[in-house]
């Protein structure tokens, strides 16, 4: 269960005069996510979804406000006041906060993450990219290589798991992120805009197999996403992000039953509502919109 | 095609690198042009240099250096260091040259030890001392340290060549060296002291104290097609020897910056002509006779 | 009748055999690899025209014959410096020298560089000390040197660790500076310690980085350890070179010239062999 109280997340940007400008991507955002639910995070792009996605995955700290994930704390805020800026930079002067511990494999908390850009090791075989994970996650060395098996067989790799991702497409990247971050059996996924790189075509076949996967092991998830059709296919609930400074415009849920019709009404009603929220935004709200 | 343009790149690189390769002959030159280094054992040349002359000095940092000048023709004679000199004769290079002269200094035996070493002949027995293994040298000494009751077993030889002797001792890698007197000299400049000399050295078998050139520091190389300059440059350097010793050391001192009060401790090197047994040895056929 | 020994013995043979089989392939590999760049026919049409050049520019007295020595003379005093100088010997020597300044270097450089790359608070306090030292040029050491070690193989290994030391440090701290942050994210998620980010992540990134800071430590140590060579010591190319230009035997130092230029080159191609396995991962597409 994920719960964000008023985080926020303000950067300074020095302009070229030396002049020091606020800039906030996030505007204290408030969220519940209940387990087992599919969450989409929808926004137009560059509006602060994946800073709000990094910092439920404990990869920034947030400006303002706490997340907690199982009722443990992520990541303290960033120090606003320059006494705690002292104390802050002292705390973290050898090892930053974000980083585990030094010597031992430890998550802080039970989720995985998939990247836009895949973030898959070049380096490592396809195999040995999830055996990685499963090492890392202490899964004792006799069950790694079934496990690494069944989950690679489960998003169709199982044949090419020699291979190096650069010999990969990118469609299959991708699902070699999702064996590898499945095959650690987290209770939360964390998605930023999984299937933006990837052709139509393949996005609904991935689309799919994400959903099958979902409902076979009931896990959380939270998938970041431009793309309204996709929001409205597969999650449960619809956030809905404003423009800069990013905050939540709007929640609609979806109770519609799985599986569901791409093409049917109740879905383009959805998909319309959505729509409107993000019209709305654009004409009124925005200073500029990409 | 391809064929065409690399053989006209190797015709380019032929031309230029003769190009460079054409110096102008010193041969040529008006001036006669004699190579050196700065060495205290050149003294007769410093003195020469001081009075009227028909020649010219040109400086270079070692010997060897002043061997290529000579091949190239960049210089018509020069000073070069014995033991290079025969191979520059030998060498491809050398064949116009001949020898006009040596630059001798007496061999003298010496033991220098480092300075700041407070050291006595008595003291020797746990030193460190640098010597050239099988030379005659070692000999000389080992029949005056007997004469001074030290106990040959207990000396602490360390074998090195001798140009390795006086970096290792600055470095104090041994605390003395076992050095003909010319290299003392050296020693002696960099501020070690000498312990013990013996003059009485005669010229041996071995590569130390090879036999006829064993006191020749330097030899005298002239080119032999302007053999009368060679000749003038012979007469004033023999002249210039038979100078008293003060004028040669105050020589010394202004060309190459030496103390006078350091040089007053070593005899000075004289230029001789060939003897008998020099002339033999480099072959009647490359020496030239100034007197 | 087979028993138990003799399956092990076997198989242990057979594992043995196979080691020497792969040993061996790699080797064919690395000659095809290194040689065929220099060997192919577009190059031998400028390389023989310039051999013949280089042969008829001294016969024909169009430059000194005792300056530049033709390459049947340099050919003749190869096989001369190989019979009667010990040739063997003295490049053994070189090489140990170098192998011991360059394993130096690898070994103080490589851990330091990664370091330096990792974290910033080390960062910060050392990487300025080594931006002074650097730029002084590794020749201008050697008088200090010789003052506190003297002449003799330390002094000559130090040299070649100070040519060898700054390349391989620079390049591993900024190949493993620039790491992708992306790599380090999705790791860190799975909850990778610091210390498997540097082994599993960090590094490999950086090979690439590694190898060339590797390939150019080579070089410079290589400059250095001729440097050495002619300061101190008896034994070695550099020496050999020494003697040579001393005693006017310019043939001979063409051959150390060569014999240098060929060590450079091999130590090079080898490295360039090792990367190419290594990147294996980056050719596709």
Redesign the interface.
Known sequence: MIETKGVSKFFSVIKEDGTAEGFTALNSISLHIEEGKFVSLLGPSGCGKSTFL?IL???QAPSDGEVWIDNKLVLEPLPSTRKEAEIYRKKY???SP???????????HD???I?Q?Y??????TARQNVL??LK??KVPKRERDAAATYYLRKVGLLDSDHK????LSGGMRQRLALARALS?EPRIILMDEPFAAVDALTRERLQEDLLRLWEETSKTIVLVTHDVDEAAYLSDEVVVFSPLPGSIRNTIKIDLPRPRRRNSPELRWIKERLMAIHEFDTVHEADYVI | M??VV??V???V??LA??AG?QGIDASQRGVYRVGYVDDPLLAPLFLADEGSRSWELVRSG?S?DV??AL??GEVNAGFVET??AR??LD????ERLMVAGTMQFPYGATLVVREGLDMRLGDLGSARIAVQAQCALVRHFEVDALRFGLDLASLNYKNM?FP?ML??L????VDAILVKSAHAALAEQQGHSILYQNWDVEEGQDECCPPAVFQTEYLLLVDSRDTSSASRLAEALLNASEAPVEELRSAIASATGTPVGLLENHPVAVFTPLTDAQRELFGEDRCLTIR | MLDDSMIRRNSLTRRRGHFLGVFLKEIKAFTKFALGNIFSR?FM??LI??L??WE??PRLG???????PAPSVVAVAFWDVFTNLNMAEHIGASMLRFGAGLLLAAAVALPLGVLMGW?S?IRSHTLPLFQLLAPVPPPAWVPIT??L????LPMQVFLIFLGAFYPILFNTYQGIKETDP??L????????????LLT??YI??A?GSVVMGLKIGIATGLVMMVISEMY?G?SGIGFLLLEA??????DRMVVCMMLLGFIGWFLIEVMKYVESKLA??????
């Not at chain 2, 060498?91 to 050398?94: L, M, T």
């Open positions: 990094e995955a404990g990869l002067r050898l090892l974000i980083a585990n511990s030094l010597f031992h494999d430890n998550p802080k989720i995985a993450m990247f850009d973030a898959v090791f070049p380096w490592m990685f994970a890392i996650r190096y991702p650069s010999q650690v | 391809g064929q690399s053989l790149v190797a015709g690189l032929a690198v003769l390769c070692s060897s061997g290529y091949i190239a033991s290079r191979k520059l060498s491809q290079g050398g060549p390795d970096p290792a600055e470095a104090g890698l | 577009e049409t400028v025209p310039l013949i050049v008829a520019v169009l430059v000194p014959e005792a300056l530049v974290n608070f010789i003052i070690l003297g002449i003799g992306r790599y994210a999705s790791a860190r998620v799975f909850g990778a310690s610091e210390f498997t599993k992540v490999w990134n090979l101190g008896r230009k001393e005693f006017f035997q310019i294996l991962w980056r050719i596709g597409r």
